[in-house]
């Protein structure tokens, strides 16, 4: 068979991720979305987009300012990529200042929040933000005059400023920039029960910017504002940590924080109606080229919309509620040791609730007999139930190992603190192992029972963090299972101490063997494959950009093995593609929860294994990222996860097939339509609502009569 060209066996990363949050930005403009959350959705997309220009964006601009000739897979050299991601980013970034003008500030204006411009402000309403501005804003205000013989003022990553003109009779124009202050709300109502008062005409509120932007001329006493234009600058943030140079990894991580606010500047965002004598300084300062200039129809900064529509006094439409559903078969209080004891349980969150998981870290912080707590925490929550329940095992003089983490990326600030707390109690704090992030999901608590010492086992697809527990869709696997705490305590003595990974007898462990253990899984498909009954492979993941597994699966395509993948965001492989990939199939997911979990089926000749885990199919996390992937053993475990798949792959609503020109299509309409995260969600219902309601089928007539008293 002809060798197929480089540039064609291969999607391009980058823009199949920007693919990925074009999905999420339809979520915005879709009609049958309650308005609430078309609006989160805009919110989400925007933050993503910030998140693509500090990292992707930031990393080929400095390929190309350091003349690296590297292609990608896709073959592509910097400049190449650079034009193409470009291109596309501008693209997205005017379809969501589209999406705010025409579909989200419209439906919430319909629905009664309105954003209200500051020249249609009532009188009462203009006169509380008099009083706000004076006794709040003003005081944290502090212009900068630019002047060009001093240095342009260090503007911080992402945060809003004004450049402000000014003009005095017989002065030469002036220019100031103003930093809005970032522990304001971005929001402020003005009526509609807030603190200015009732109102009939529901809720009105005014962004923080326009507020502040009728009353700069307080800060410019004696000057006339001619100009005042919101912008803000988008800088590289993709800077890592030599841990393996570095004392203390600390205060590394926090030189790190300190670099990610004033990295190179890579996007200048700009409102509009900016002339464009303002613009032109502002990028000549920033040492910006022309095209990475990005003029704003919309408000700046949309990614406070996320936490906007979380508001629960908007009188907008929100979606229907999907609360966590208790799950019908582990017991409540203590009798939760035992039943873990007598068989693994397996929890999808957020459908059912991850409170057995924190109930498990409760009872073990305060059992007597629990003797050691060793966990992983690479995110948590800013009031972390997991965190304080550790806290309160290390204060019980438990002994309690926490990995903390300290290279998360954006969460570095968080953990920092955490691991002082944890510290602080008397917890040892171990932050990982050098040159590799840990973000294996796992919890280990030994305990000294009836019979001698009992493991218990926590080992997920998601992060310790009761935040995003209720937002991303992820398994949980409880145990006791000998082989399974067994090899966790190998695990971590390896994570932890000084010891040589022993052979597993469950567990794969990345950087050590994950990748060669999923490649002789596809080889073993290859091999096992037959025209009557060829092979199958079916998996979930959030990214497949490793290039030897992509080539693996084309391989196993070519045999005849059917694939079915459910990949979230970047995926390399192209799928559809006659002589290499005809027998693969790619879609993703975007809906109410973030598809986070993993799973990994293989038929195996009639004989399937199925497998969870932290890793996805990329090389990060195969070659620099200490990952875990387990069996699932339970035959009725095996069943679900092989159900979970089947419903993932059925969704015709939500669901979008990748092409192989790297373009997302809908699904065939045709079939009844069936929306996946429904369906999860309307199981755990049922099956939390049977537990509570006992089968009344079946009689049992009482042989003697009840006890008196």
Known sequence: MPEIAADTRYLDRALTWLAFDARVLEEATDSSNAVLERARFLGIALSNLDEFFMIRVAGVRELLRAGVEHRTAAGRSPAEQMEAIVARARDLFDAANAAWTRDVAPGLREAGVTFVPSGDLEPRERDFLDRLFAREILPVLTPAAIDDALPFPRLLNLALHFAVRLGRDGDPERLAVVQLPRLSPRWLQVSGGGPAGGG???????????????????????????????????????????????????????????????????????????????????????????????RAQAPLDLKFLIDFARLPSLPAPRAKPWPPQP????????????????????????????????????????????????????????????????????????????????????????????????????????????????????????????????????????????????EYSDLSLLSADEDLCADLTGFFN?????????????????????????????????????????????????????????????????????????????????????????????????????????????????????????????????????ELMIPIVDPGHRTRLSGILDVLFADNVKARELKADGTLGRRDGRRKPLRAQEVFWEEARAGAARAEDPDRSVFQPLMRAPTAG
Request: hydrophobic letters at 40%.
């Open 200 to 294: 009939a005409g529901g809720a009105r509120f005014v962004l923080l910017e326009d507020a502040v932007r009728d009353r700069l001329g307080d800060l410019f006493a004696g000057y006339e504002v001619l100009e005042a234009v919101a912008f803000r600058v988008t800088r590289d943030a993709d800077f890592a940590t030599d841990d393996q140079e570095a004392e203390d990894l600390v205060d590394a991580v926090r030189q790190v924080l300190r670099s990610r606010m004033q990295g190179d500047p890579v996007r200048l965002e700009i409102e509009r109606d900016a002339s464009d004598a303002l613009v032109e300084r502002l990028r000549r300062s920033l040492g910006l080229d022309p095209e990475e200039v990005y």
């Open 494 to 626: 390896v994570v932890t101490g000084v010891s040589e990974p022993l052979a597993w007898r469950r567990i794969s462990m990345a950087p050590l063997g994950l990748r060669s253990r999923f490649l002789s899984l596809i080889r073993r498909e290859i091999d096992k494959s037959t025209p009557e009954e060829p092979g199958q492979i079916r998996a979930k993941m959030n990214a497949l950009v490793d290039v030897k597994i992509v080539d693996a699966l084309y391989e196993a395509s070519r045999a005849g093995v059917r694939i079915d993948l459910n990949v979230r965001g970047s995926c390399l492989l192209r799928p559809g593609v006659p002589g290499l990939s005809e027998t693969i199939r790619v879609v993703t997911i975007v809906d109410r929860f973030l598809e986070h979990g993993r799973i990994f089926e293989f038929r195996n000749g009639g004989d399937p294994e199925l497998f969870i885990g932290s890793a996805d199919w990329m090389p990060r996390n195969l070659d620099r990222r200490v």
């Open 327 to 470: 799950t019908p078969d582990i017991p409540p209080g203590e009798a939760l040791w035992d039943a873990i004891a007598e068989r693994d349980r397996l929890l999808f969150h957020p459908y059912e609730t991850f409170e057995p998981v924190l109930r498990l870290l409760r009872l073990a912080a305060e059992d007597p007999a629990v003797l050691a707590i060793k966990q992983i925490l690479y995110r948590t929550s800013s009031t972390s139930e997991v965190v304080r329940a550790l806290e309160r095992a290390a204060e019980n003089g438990k002994q309690v190992t926490v990995l903390v983490e300290l290279q998360a990326r954006f969460d570095e600030e968080r953990n920092v603190g955490w691991a002082r707390r944890l510290e602080d109690a008397g917890a040892q704090v171990l932050y990982g192992l050098a040159g590799l992030k840990t973000h294996a999901k796992a919890l280990l608590i030994v305990r000294r029972g009836a019979n001698g010492i009992e493991r218990y086992a926590h080992v997920g697809t998601g992060n310790y963090n009761e935040r995003t527990v209720l």
